[in-house]
Nanobody, 114 residues
Framework: QMQLIESGGDSVQAGESLRLSCVASGRSFGSNTMGWFRQAPGKAREFVAAVSRYSHSKSYSDSVKGRFTIDRNNNAIYLQMNNLKPEDTAVYYC?????????WGQGTQVTVAS
């Protein structure tokens, strides 16, 4: 059973950057396309970015395109977040894309102050 562990969240000022990491324990990501998702207070969880197995294909939500970059290796997935905005405040999760219920972890909190 794959367990996903997110880290790297912090409280920052608008315009600053953060790099989130997600590592898998139990087994590797395998051939899965992997993604980042986020959930802001009072809102539904939403898609942020995804990367295919060999990073041949990447996709982003319109709200983060041009500011966030997703990358992966055999053991980890990363989300480089630049020019952060207050509306990026959320708990960030990694999962397969499309997501599987069993893989949701605790997430990592990102808070962006204006």
């Amino acid at each position: 059973q794959m367990q996903l562990i997110e880290s790297g969240g912090d409280s920052v000022q608008a315009g600053e950057s953060l790099r989130l990491s997600c590592v898998a324990s139990g087994r590797s990501f395998g051939s899965n396309t992997m993604g980042w998702f986020r959930q802001a207070p009072g809102k539904a969880r939403e898609f942020v970015a995804a990367v295919s197995r060999y990073s041949h294909s990447k996709s982003y939500s319109d709200s983060v395109k041009g500011r966030f970059t997703i990358d992966r290796n055999n053991n980890a997935i990363y989300l480089q977040m630049n020019n952060l905005k207050p509306e990026d405040t959320a708990v960030y999760y990694c999962n397969t894309q499309p997501p599987e219920q069993t893989y949701w972890g605790q997430g990592t909190q990102v808070t962006v102050a204006s």
